[in-house]
Every structure is written in C-alpha cells, then in structure tokens.
C-alpha cells in the first residue's frame, strides 16, 4: 500500500514494539527504500537521520528486527512494527527498549533496568 | 529535562500506550508547549502538524489522555506516554488504535476489529 512519506521530507516515524511483551522498543525513521527493503526482507529497515544512510538495524551488532507485523495508521503517515528483537536488547546503549528512562513527580529522568548487553562488546567501541 | 526539539523543525513524536493493554493508540507531534502543558496538566497535549495549533487531545470529543507515566528515549528525541484512554478509542475513526489496518501477506491493509463509537455521533460531523 501507499504510505504518507511527505510530512517530514520524505521520512515517516516507525513505532516498534516486542511481539511477544508488547513493550515499545524504540521509534525510527523509514523512507520510501527503508519502506520497500522491510517488507522484502522481513527485517527491519531505517533512514539514519545521523548518518544519512539505509540503516538494516542489527548489520553490525547481529540484532536484527525480524518484523512479525506490519500496522498503519489512520492517516498513512505511521507504521508499526511488530517484532522479534534478536538479541533482545533494541538500544545501542545495551538496554531491552531506547525508552528506559521513566520521569519522576519532579520530572527528572530515572532510568530503569539495566542494559542486557555491553554496548563496547557488542559494537567493539 | 530538556529534550530535543531541534530534529524536526521544533517537533518529536510521542507515543501513546494505553496503560492497561500495552496497545500502541497512536503516534502524535510535541513542540515544546506542548511538552510542557502535558506534564503540567496531566493530560496530553499536541501539536496538530494539519492545523498549526496546539491540540489537547479529547476537547472536542471529551475522549482526554489521562497521562500515567511518562518515558524518555536514549536520545531525548521522541517521548512515550502510558495513558489512561478516557472513552478507550483514541482513533478520530472510532476505532481504539489508530493503528487499525494491518498488512496481509500482499502487502494490503485489512482493517481489523470495529469502531467502539460513531464519529458522527462524537464530533457531530
């Protein structure tokens, strides 16, 4: 189907969650290629907004995101994946999910959970 | 905290789970007022990319995010908020999540599930 690419200069946000614990993972952004190359492979594709590049996530870890299910949104403008995290772990700091800092009453970041894996191992940094 | 605004022209996407469920409702835009306004207020609150204006959500259909926790990714860029959905459908639709149609094998979306109100009804449109 046709996606909304056209909000954000060609980008659209991608919601990923775990198939399995439903926890949202992270969020990242695909462009039309990204789009394509998920849907053929079965892996999970992004526009780097860093780096400017095709990102495959997982290429240099080996943790990659075999999409289960794909979901969009009322407007065409948002994806959602479902996925099973290889490795577990989504964040390159090494933790399950990029949203592992919950705020307090005074709306300071906590973080919560510990990483499952050390991100200087794994990305030999 | 401070987050980073700076990505997409003075927006970061957030998203919304209901608290309960886990499921994914939707994925809206903050700009830094509406940041602000959701802490303060306790109720989430947007900016409509469609409208130009600051959005909180359900005050037109009465259908507020009660917000119950609020996460903060690794780089401070896109938000996630567990909420209490009041009237349970997030979806402008009717329909509980936004995230309605799932792709079937060929890559065609197929709406799932029903409406739990009438839009009609709701917005009076």
């Known amino acids: 189907m046709d996606l909304d690419f056209s909000k954000i200069d060609g980008l659209l946000p991608a ?8 926890e949202v993972l992270m969020v990242a952004f695909m462009n039309q290629e990204a789009w394509e190359k998920t849907l053929e492979t ?13 990102w495959h996530k997982g290429s240099t870890s080996g943790h990659v995101q075999k999409v ?9 403008d948002t ?3 479902k996925v099973e995290q290889v490795g577990r772990a989504a964040c390159h700091t090494g933790h399950v999910s990029c949203f592992h800092r919950r705020l307090d009453e005074k709306g ?9 894996f050390d991100p200087k191992k794994v990305y030999g940094k």
């Open 15 to 22: 919601v990923v969650q775990d198939q399995a614990t439903g």
């Open 42 to 54: 079965g892996e999970a594709h992004y526009w780097s907004r860093s780096r400017d590049v095709l």
């Open 68 to 76: 289960r299910e794909v979901w969009v949104d009322c407007d065409a």
């Open 79 to 81: 994806v959602l994946l």
């Open 108 to 116: 300071e970041p906590v973080t919560v959970g510990r990483p499952v």
